[in-house]
T-cell receptor, first 116, second 115 residues
Framework: AQSVTQLGSHVSVSEGALVLLRCNYS??????LFWYVQYPNQGLQLLLK??????LVKGINGFEAEFKKSETSFHLTKPSAHMSDAAEYFC??????????????FGKGTLLTVNP | EADIYQTPRYLVIGTGKKITLECSQT?????MYWYQQDPGMELHLIHY???????EKGDLSSESTVSRIRTEHFPLTLESARPSHTSQYLC??????????????FGEGSRLTVL
């Protein structure tokens, strides 16, 4: 079974500092990879996804993530944090082996706090 | 902006009551889902549907039931609520399955508290 590990349930950065949120997955077949963001009292929305092609993926709001197959990682970064980035971030992977097209496995989330 | 709506946003009820959480989307998506979200935990899929008259149980066992009579509507029902049902319930829809890279569009959630 697939699993997703997000290192650090809570990350705190200063405004203007680098944001790095870590995500590792376990899968025998390289999966499709997603980052979703959840702002307070809202549902999740897609930040970015990796399916095929270029391993560095750019998303909304200046975020990007790099798929590293050898490290089974898909870490999310942003060069300069804004106060508006404060939210919870979820990494998710889907099974592309064809067995369970509906299934998306989520990590436990990382709460990002941005300090002024 | 996603066009998927959930009502009620917040609900506090007593044990034994029947509740229905409504979910509607205007994007014409065939695939719809219900996830359960608890603080500090992964989202868990409890139900999904791939079209009208199709409903399937997800990976997390749930005492709730769902129906899909119309493409745009996917309500979730608890016949007799218990405190263990206290959670946030998120409805989502997608054009493609996530297994082929499809994006999920989420509603804002329904936070249920059972006393």
């Amino acid at each position: 079974a697939q699993s997703v590990t997000q290192l650090g349930s809570h990350v705190s950065v200063s405004e203007g500092a680098l944001v790095l949120l870590r995500c590792n997955y376990s899968s025998s077949v390289p999966p499709y990879l997603f980052w979703y963001v959840q702002y307070p009292n809202q549902g999740l929305q897609l930040l970015l996804k990796y399916t095929t092609g270029a391993t560095l993926v750019k998303g909304i709001n200046g975020f990007e993530a790099e798929f590293k197959k050898s490290e089974t990682s898909f870490h999310l970064t942003k060069p300069s944090a804004h106060m508006s980035d404060a939210a919870e971030y979820f990494c998710a992977v889907s099974d592309r082996s064809g067995g369970s097209n509906y299934k998306l496995t989520f990590g436990k989330g990382t709460l990002l706090t941005v300090n002024p | 902006e996603a066009d998927i709506y959930q009502t009620p946003r917040y609900l506090v009820i007593g044990t034994g009551k029947k509740i229905t959480l409504e979910c509607s989307q205007t994007m014409g998506h065939d695939k719809m889902y219900w996830y359960q979200q608890d603080p500090g935990m992964e989202l868990h899929l409890i139900h999904y549907s791939y079209g009208v008259n199709s409903t399937e149980k997800g990976d997390l066992s749930s005492e709730s039931t769902v129906s899909r009579i119309r493409t745009e509507h996917f309500p979730l029902t608890l016949e007799s609520a218990r405190p263990s049902h206290t959670s946030q319930y998120l409805c989502a829809s997608s054009e493609l399955w996530t297994g082929v890279g499809g994006e999920l569009f989420f509603g804002e959630g329904s936070r249920l508290t059972v006393l």
